[in-house]
């Protein structure tokens, strides 16, 4: 069996491999040089070194903004999503009549696109806020615990669902083992439960991260950055960049390299601390 996958195993990977370099890889370079020059059409690229990435950090003060608006929100969505879905989790793993049903509901809202999404909370957020003659737009802290809400409503059973299969693994003898030891429910859930779904964890925050860092859709369609601009994200804001703003296309292209090296470093430093805690476990 091993020969045979040897043998046909380029044959099955060469065409995600060309999908991969064609959507991606080709891409990332040509955006990559483009970054370093200033453009309107591709065509008339003119070569300026490190001038865009200058100006994306020193003319436009809207991106240090949107940095520290998305690195907020990425740590609060971070906390609130897993640890809701982690409880979720444990309610739903007890034997309880009706999981099933349970589970599909609360996986549901993640079917959603995030467009479609983004839309309806604004209606549902804003017709609680109308009672006040307010509108999610009115204050900064609106929009932004807004999107948190939307983040969890979408996340939750998503994770919820990889939460559950990493506790159904747990040994029912280590579980057992424990009850007879005198364990109690907390102590079995912080020395047994966590650190055998380590696996889940570092997956779900990876998950969670990448999501909730590369946000667009639903900024756009919630808050569309108002008021003011002071609720949009890194990724709306690269988008009003490149295409709002004529002549900044350069500079848009440059956001978009930070953007994705910051993205790179913070993923890969949260996947090593998590799969370390996974191997000393």
């Known amino acids: 069996m091993n ?12 065409p995600t491999l060309l999908a991969f370099i064609l959507a991606f890889v080709i891409p990332f370079c ?7 020059t200033k453009f309107t059409t591709v065509e008339n690229a003119k070569f ?9 950090f020193t003319a436009d003060t809207d991106f240090i903004h949107a940095l520290g608006f998305t690195a907020l929100f990425t740590i609060v969505s971070i906390i609130t999503v897993n640890v809701f879905a982690f409880l979720l989790a444990l309610s739903l793993t007890r034997g309880l009549r009706g999981t099933n049903l349970f589970r ?15 839309y309806i909370w604004n209606l549902l957020i804003n017709g609680v806020l109308s009672a006040f003659g307010v509108d999610i737009t009115f204050k900064t802290e609106y929009g932004f615990w807004g999107l948190v809400l939307l983040t969890n409503w979408q996340l939750i059973g998503y994770m919820m669902v990889i939460y559950i299969a990493g506790l159904q693994n747990v ?27 380590m696996p889940s964890i570092t997956i779900c925050t ?9 946000m667009f859709d639903q900024n756009l369609a919630l808050t569309a950055g108002a008021p003011e601009r002071s609720t949009e994200m890194l990724a709306l804001n690269i988008y009003n960049t490149f295409y709002g703003r004529m002549g900044w296309q350069g500079v848009g292209q440059a956001k978009a390299v930070i953007f994705f090296v910051i993205v790179a ?17």
């Open 3 to 14: 020969r045979s996958l040897k043998k046909y195993f380029p044959i099955f990977v060469l």
């Open 30 to 36: 040509l955006g990559l040089g483009l970054s370093f």
């Open 48 to 56: 300026n070194g490190i001038e865009n990435y200058i100006r994306a």
């Open 104 to 118: 599909s509901v609360f996986f549901m809202p993640n079917l959603i696109g995030g467009i479609v999404l983004g």
């Open 171 to 197: 040994p029912t003898s280590l579980l057992e083992a424990a009850s007879i030891d005198g364990a109690g429910p907390i102590k079995t859930l912080t020395k047994i439960k966590i650190p055998m779904v």
């Open 206 to 214: 990876f998950l969670t991260l990448t999501n909730s860092f590369k």
């Open 265 to 281: 470093i913070i993923a890969f430093a949260q996947l090593r601390l998590t799969g370390r805690r996974e191997v000393e476990h």
